[in-house]
């Protein structure tokens, strides 16, 4: 009896055993193939054909624009592929934040720019994964350009700011070469402690020269090599390879960049000449003036880093400020009369007056946002496979922040053509919208408070005392400027000119030294 009772629960559990077996099969494959499933559902993006991928539709030039379409077209998150690499187009700030800064841990590193690399561009911390060598180099500069220690930079900021009103004034027609010698000398001086001759300055030079190659070394898309990276071991003779040859000429220069500027830094700190502070110097200064090798070649490119990373990018931020004035002359006079009301005519406008002075701070905002310098950012690349909202980002990815969208989206910025200021009401929380334009995460720009001030600056100094108006031609006809935007990574207006004329005798004289003079003696040797 009990046999049997065992034998029917024996068949009985048998039956459920079966049942059971056949249900966790059930199960395994409905999790499996929904993984399977999830795991090929790509965002959306451009069809891509065999092979090329999108290779044949990625654009040449100004690819934020195109990048734009496509956003508007497949949504906040694009799937590309070139030659087999996938590519993601971020085009939201939220989308941006989600990955870039909650999932930094896995977002951080950055592709492997090989055209780059090959150029010498390898050891410029911008460029390196997040390793010990990225953390150090940060550092070095994050120490000295942290918030903390923005006050002790305001008063040669606001230096080189009259400076470049008066050389305006007093010698008109180079606008472009006034302003990258003035952000030039801030750059390098806070960077090596040096105050740079003149536009051919050697350090300025050599530091513009490599930032030239970064701009077509890093292009996406350009260089096949970064596709297809096992072409850079193929002998350079063969046709097609001329890239070789080129990366190596850029290579010298690139090495070069780091190394010369450094020398001479570490010359002049030891002779009792170099300005202080400066980065190099607070390197030494923490090694009592002996580094050892390792360390002075990680303060070398991280030097080299901030200085390629300041200068074209505040260069460009700046030109942009005076084009935003010569197009829009009631936006200048709106931003006059504050700097009247709040600091009247007795005394110039300082970096520590940006709280009063809202308006001036909204057109800055808006300066940043319209141009953005760096419209697609620098790219991230994603470390391990990753879902985000239903689609499955593959390991490898390229992630592209299309910053350029983000800040000409019309549902946050409406109108986003229009160079508005008071879309931000004077308020601190509508300004912080464009704070993308400094990138995301652990890669955010480390030089943002410092480019910020520099800007400010600039355009408060030149609003309280300049007028800033077109060029004018032969005949006296005003030149409105036609600017047209360069691609690449770094995005720089076409020359254009403008006039400026102080606004009075006293603003002049609120000025201070000549052009032809060097500042006020505690500022330089
Ligand atoms: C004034 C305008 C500036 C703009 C619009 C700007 C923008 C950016 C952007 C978009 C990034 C990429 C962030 C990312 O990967 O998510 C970046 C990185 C960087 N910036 Fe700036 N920047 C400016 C000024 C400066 C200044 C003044 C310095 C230094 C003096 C600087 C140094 C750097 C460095 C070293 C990085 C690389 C950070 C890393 O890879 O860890 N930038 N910047």
Same mark, same amino acid.
């Given at each position: 009896?009990?046999?049997?009772?065992?034998?029917?629960?024996?068949?009985?559990?048998?039956?459920?055993?079966?049942?059971?077996?056949?249900?966790?099969?059930?199960?395994?494959? #409905?999790?499996?193939?929904?993984?399977?499933?999830?795991?090929?559902?790509? &965002?959306? !993006?451009?069809?891509?054909?065999?092979?090329?991928?999108?290779?044949?539709?990625?654009?040449? +030039?100004?690819?934020?624009?195109?990048?734009?379409?496509?956003?508007?077209?497949?949504? =906040?998150?694009?799937?590309? *592929?070139?030659?087999?690499?996938?590519?993601?187009?971020?085009?939201?700030?939220?989308?941006?934040? @989600?990955?870039?800064?909650?999932?930094?841990?896995?977002?951080?590193?950055?592709?492997?720019?090989?055209?780059?690399?090959?150029?010498?561009?390898?050891?410029?911390?911008?460029?390196?994964?997040?390793?010990?060598?990225? %953390?150090?180099?940060?550092?070095?500069?994050?120490?000295?350009?942290?918030?903390?220690?923005?006050?002790?930079?305001?008063?040669?900021?606001?230096?080189?700011?009259?400076?470049?009103?008066?050389?305006?004034?007093?010698?008109?027609?180079?606008?472009?070469?006034?302003?990258?010698?003035?952000?030039?000398?801030?750059?390098?001086?806070?960077?090596?402690?040096?105050?740079?001759?003149?536009?051919?300055?050697?350090?300025?030079?050599?530091?513009?020269?490599?930032? =030239?190659?970064?701009?077509?070394?890093?292009? &996406?898309?350009?260089?096949?090599?970064?596709?297809? &990276?096992?072409?850079?071991? $193929?002998?350079?003779?063969?046709?097609?390879? !001329?890239?070789?040859?080129?990366?190596?000429?850029? %290579?010298?220069?690139?090495?070069?960049?780091?190394? @010369?500027?450094?020398?001479?830094?570490?010359?002049?700190?030891?002779?009792?000449?170099?300005?202080? &502070?400066?980065?190099?110097?607070?390197?030494?200064?923490?090694?009592?003036?002996?580094?050892?090798?390792?360390?002075?070649?990680?303060?070398?490119?991280?030097?080299?880093?901030?200085?390629?990373?300041?200068?074209?990018?505040?260069?460009?931020?700046? $030109?942009?400020?005076?084009?935003?004035?010569?197009?829009?002359?009631?936006?200048?006079?709106?931003?006059?009369? *504050?700097?009247?009301?709040?600091?009247?005519?007795?005394?110039?406008?300082?970096?520590?007056?940006?709280?009063?002075?809202?308006?001036?701070?909204?057109?800055?905002?808006?300066?940043?946002?319209?141009?953005?310098?760096?419209?697609? !950012?620098?790219?991230?690349?994603?470390?391990?496979?990753?879902?985000?909202?239903?689609?499955?980002?593959?390991?490898?990815?390229?992630?592209?922040?299309?910053?350029?969208?983000?800040?000409?989206?019309?549902?946050?910025?409406?109108?986003?053509?229009?160079?508005?200021?008071?879309?931000?009401?004077?308020?601190?929380?509508?300004?912080?919208?464009?704070?993308?334009?400094?990138?995301?995460?652990?890669?955010?720009?480390?030089?943002?408070?410092?480019?910020?001030?520099?800007?400010?600056?600039?355009?408060?100094?030149?609003?309280? +005392?300049?007028?800033?108006?077109?060029?004018?031609?032969?005949?006296?006809?005003?030149?409105?400027?036609?600017?047209?935007?360069?691609?690449?990574?770094?995005? #720089?207006?076409?020359?254009? @000119?403008?006039?400026?004329?102080?606004?009075?005798?006293?603003?002049?004289?609120?000025? !201070?030294?000549?052009?032809?003079?060097?500042?006020?003696?505690?500022?330089?040797?």
């Amino acid at each position: 009896m009990l046999r049997a009772l065992w034998g029917v629960v024996m068949s009985h559990a048998n039956v459920t055993l079966a049942a059971l077996v056949a249900v966790a099969a059930c199960v395994a494959w #409905f999790i499996i193939s929904s993984l399977l499933s999830r795991k090929l559902k790509r &965002p959306l !993006g451009p069809l891509r054909f065999p092979i090329v991928g999108n290779a044949l539709q990625f654009p040449q +030039t100004q690819q934020w624009l195109t990048f734009s379409r496509w956003a508007e077209k497949y949504g =906040d998150v694009v799937y590309l *592929e070139v030659f087999g690499k996938p590519l993601v187009l971020l085009n939201s700030a939220k989308a941006a934040r @989600d990955l870039l800064e909650q999932r930094s841990t896995i977002y951080s590193d950055r592709p492997r720019l090989e055209m780059a690399s090959l150029s010498g561009f390898d050891k410029v911390f911008v460029l390196s994964q997040p390793n010990d060598s990225w %953390r150090l180099q940060r550092k070095i500069i994050a120490q000295d350009l942290s918030s903390r220690m923005m006050p002790r930079y305001h008063a040669f900021q606001e230096a080189e700011a009259r400076l470049l009103a008066k050389n305006l004034i007093e010698r008109p027609g180079q606008l472009e070469s006034h302003v990258k010698q003035r952000i030039g000398t801030i750059i390098i001086r806070i960077t090596y402690g040096r105050y740079i001759s003149g536009e051919n300055d050697p350090l300025l030079a050599i530091g513009r020269a490599s930032m =030239d190659i970064f701009s077509r070394a890093a292009e &996406p898309g350009l260089w096949l090599v970064d596709s297809i &990276p096992m072409l850079k071991d $193929l002998p350079a003779w063969l046709p097609g390879m !001329g890239f070789l040859t080129t990366a190596k000429g850029w %290579r010298e220069i690139v090495y070069k960049s780091a190394w @010369d500027p450094y020398h001479w830094s570490k010359r002049s700190f030891e002779l009792g000449t170099v300005l202080l &502070p400066n980065t190099c110097a607070t390197a030494l200064q923490e090694k009592q003036g002996k580094l050892p090798a390792d360390l002075a070649e990680e303060v070398a490119w991280a030097a080299c880093t901030m200085h390629a990373g300041g200068i074209h990018t505040s260069v460009i931020s700046t $030109l942009n400020f005076f084009l935003a004035m010569v197009l829009n002359p009631a936006i200048q006079a709106k931003a006059q009369k *504050e700097i009247d009301a709040v600091i009247g005519r007795d005394r110039l406008p300082t970096i520590a007056d940006r709280s009063s002075l809202p308006y001036v701070r909204s057109i800055v905002t808006e300066v940043f946002r319209l141009n953005p310098a760096i419209p697609l !950012g620098i790219p991230h690349s994603l470390s391990t496979d990753d879902i985000y909202q239903g689609m499955h980002l593959p390991q490898g990815s390229i992630i592209i922040p299309n910053i350029w969208h983000m800040l000409h989206d019309p549902a946050i910025f409406p109108n986003p053509m229009k160079f508005d200021p008071d879309r931000y009401r004077n308020l601190d929380s509508e300004m912080e919208k464009v704070n993308s334009v400094f990138g995301f995460g652990r890669r955010i720009c480390p030089g943002k408070d410092f480019g910020e001030s520099n800007v400010f600056a600039i355009a408060a100094t030149l609003l309280a +005392t300049c007028d800033i108006r077109p060029a004018v031609d032969a005949r006296g006809n005003n030149v409105i400027p036609n600017v047209v935007y360069s691609s690449g990574s770094l995005s #720089f207006p076409s020359k254009f @000119d403008c006039t400026i004329k102080p606004r009075s005798k006293q603003a002049y004289d609120l000025l !201070g030294y000549s052009a032809l003079e060097k500042p006020d003696s505690s500022l330089v040797n």
